[in-house]
């Protein structure tokens, strides 16, 4: 596809066998990317090839594919680092998910770092990924955990709340970089500089951007940066945290076994070198493999093309529901496009989520209904039980959007509605 060109999401549903099969007996239109993505055949097929051709593990044998098997996991990282703009693999240590990724950071940084008294500072729009394991810090350690409020719009991070926090000097600042309900793009760049102007460490939670913009870990300039690759056309049971050196060399592994040590005695043994010290025993091989296979899908395509693709989508739908009676949109509308990830959450009036997730299911519409994973966002700031959500992704044009539209007239017409 020449660089100059749109996505053409007709093209890219040919790479991905499920938009073959039928939900309700319809086409399937998939709208919760979000949740998780869908997978070209190019990434199916790497893990058939591990299999078929070169399954053996990594960084034991020396016979031809045990060095294949090895080097392709290794690229496979090589090709993240790249990605994300981080200078090398030394930065990316794999593990089950972004959830682990952040786990990981709370338990083994946080237990070293984290004091009685000290000030840990999340937002009020964050996954329970992102929000349970500094919940657990805290009570460990006794530790004070802070929100950043959101603004009155309840869309956006209120920076005055931000600024207000950062006086209790946090140890921690950890910020998603999109929200997976409201879909806000927050300013992470600027959040880390605030941060690090009161020493702060800072992570930020990548699940919902990496997959879907351009990402520069060093010009965010944060010590973390956690993302799922089932999330970015990858298989489940992978993913990554970005660490710089520096803070990666300071911390201890979590956990012990083959591979993260350079040797051991009867009594004592040393760490391996970067990554390796945290990926003790053998690895996801097969997902660290075809999670390569998903970024050079990606990179085939170029982030910026699917972020605009994206802007271009959700715009279409925000407009769509302009006006729509008996419904609210949340999060950021669309002459704020830029601050706007491809999520669009909503409610219809009288109607539960989980009735309106199932009236699109009879369509063939696959979306998510529910808290999202982010109850004090859903409940205390929204003031709802759950809400409904649509997310794109590459895969999706503004047809699969219309049928969403036409999916809200029906819910309408069934709950008698205006
Ligand atoms: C913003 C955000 N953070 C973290 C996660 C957790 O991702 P995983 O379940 O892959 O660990 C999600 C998943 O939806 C998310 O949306």
């Given at each position: 596809?020449?660089?100059?060109?749109?996505?053409?999401?007709?093209?890219?549903?040919?790479?991905?066998?499920?938009?073959?099969?039928?939900?309700?007996?319809?086409?399937?239109?998939?709208?919760?990317?979000?949740?998780?993505?869908?997978?070209?055949?190019?990434?199916?097929?790497?893990?058939?090839?591990?299999?078929?051709?070169?399954?053996?593990n990594i960084h034991r044998g020396i016979y031809d594919i045990a060095e294949r098997a090895t080097d392709e996991y290794t690229n496979s990282k090589g090709k993240l680092a790249k990605l994300i703009g981080a200078k090398s693999i030394r930065n990316i240590v794999y593990v089950r998910n972004t959830t682990e990724a952040i786990n990981l950071v709370?338990?083994?940084?946080?237990?070293?770092?984290?004091?009685?008294?000290?000030?840990?500072?999340?937002?009020?729009?964050?996954?329970?990924?992102?929000?349970?394991?500094?919940?657990?810090?805290?009570?460990?350690?006794?530790?004070?955990?802070?929100?950043?409020?959101?603004?009155?719009?309840?869309?956006?991070?209120?920076?005055?709340?931000?600024?207000?926090?950062?006086?209790?000097?946090?140890?921690?600042?950890?910020?998603?970089?999109?929200?997976?309900?409201?879909?806000?793009?927050?300013?992470?760049?600027?959040?880390?500089?605030?941060?690090?102007?009161?020493?702060?460490?800072?992570?930020?939670?990548?699940?919902?951007?990496?997959?879907?913009?351009?990402?520069?870990?060093?010009?965010?300039?944060?010590?973390?940066?956690?993302?799922?690759?089932?999330?970015?056309?990858?298989?489940?049971?992978?993913?990554?945290?970005?660490?710089?050196?520096?803070?990666?060399?300071?911390?201890?592994?979590?956990?012990?076994?083959?591979?993260?040590?350079?040797?051991?005695?009867?009594?004592?043994?040393?760490?391996?070198?970067?990554?390796?010290?945290?990926?003790?025993?053998?690895?996801?091989?097969?997902?660290?493999?075809?999670?390569?296979?998903a970024i050079d899908y990606l990179n085939s395509i170029g982030m910026e093309k699917i972020r605009r693709h994206e802007e271009k989508l959700t715009k279409h739908a925000l407009e769509s529901l302009e006006n729509v009676k008996n419904i609210e949109v949340y999060g950021p509308k669309k002459d704020e496009i830029n601050i706007k990830s491809g999520?669009?959450?909503?409610?219809?009036?009288?109607?539960?989520?989980?009735?309106?997730?199932?009236?699109?299911?009879?369509?063939?519409?696959?979306?998510?209904?529910?808290?999202?994973?982010?109850?004090?966002?859903?409940?205390?700031?929204?003031?709802?039980?759950?809400?409904?959500?649509?997310?794109?992704?590459?895969?999706?044009?503004?047809?699969?959007?219309?049928?969403?539209?036409?999916?809200?007239?029906?819910?309408?017409?069934?709950?008698?509605?205006?």
């Amino acid at each position: 596809m020449a660089a100059d060109q749109e996505i053409n999401a007709g093209d890219i549903k040919k790479d991905f066998p499920i938009f073959k099969i039928k939900m309700s007996g319809k086409p399937i239109v998939y709208l919760d990317s979000a949740a998780t993505s869908q997978k070209p055949k190019q990434v199916i097929d790497s893990i058939v090839k591990f299999y078929s051709e070169y399954n053996a593990n990594i960084h034991r044998g020396i016979y031809d594919i045990a060095e294949r098997a090895t080097d392709e996991y290794t690229n496979s990282k090589g090709k993240l680092a790249k990605l994300i703009g981080a200078k090398s693999i030394r930065n990316i240590v794999y593990v089950r998910n972004t959830t682990e990724a952040i786990n990981l950071v709370a338990l083994s940084w946080g237990n070293a770092n984290i004091e009685k008294g000290d000030h840990i500072l999340i937002s009020d729009m964050e996954h329970h990924s992102n929000l349970v394991p500094w919940q657990l810090l805290a009570k460990r350690k006794g530790a004070v955990l802070d929100y950043i409020k959101l603004d009155k719009s309840s869309e956006k991070l209120d920076m005055d709340s931000f600024k207000e926090n950062l006086e209790n000097d946090p140890k921690m600042v950890a910020v998603t970089q999109a929200s997976n309900v409201l879909g806000t793009i927050n300013d992470v760049k600027y959040i880390t500089k605030e941060a690090k102007k009161h020493g702060s460490v800072v992570l930020v939670d990548g699940a919902q951007s990496a997959p879907h913009m351009p990402v520069d870990v060093q010009s965010i300039g944060c010590d973390f940066f956690a993302l799922s690759a089932h999330k970015m056309l990858g298989p489940t049971g992978i993913g990554a945290l970005y660490g710089t050196e520096e803070i990666l060399n300071s911390m201890e592994p979590l956990f012990g076994g083959g591979d993260m040590i350079s040797a051991v005695t009867r009594q004592t043994h040393s760490w391996n070198s970067l990554p390796w010290k945290f990926e003790a025993g053998t690895s996801n091989i097969e997902g660290g493999i075809a999670f390569g296979a998903a970024i050079d899908y990606l990179n085939s395509i170029g982030m910026e093309k699917i972020r605009r693709h994206e802007e271009k989508l959700t715009k279409h739908a925000l407009e769509s529901l302009e006006n729509v009676k008996n419904i609210e949109v949340y999060g950021p509308k669309k002459d704020e496009i830029n601050i706007k990830s491809g999520v669009v959450s909503f409610g219809i009036k009288g109607v539960h989520p989980h009735d309106v997730a199932q009236i699109f299911n009879n369509e063939g519409i696959a979306i998510r209904a529910g808290h999202h994973c982010a109850m004090p966002l859903v409940t205390e700031v929204l003031r709802q039980g759950a809400v409904s959500r649509m997310s794109f992704y590459l895969y999706n044009d503004e047809d699969d959007i219309d049928k969403a539209v036409a999916a809200i007239d029906e819910v309408k017409r069934i709950f008698k509605l205006e």
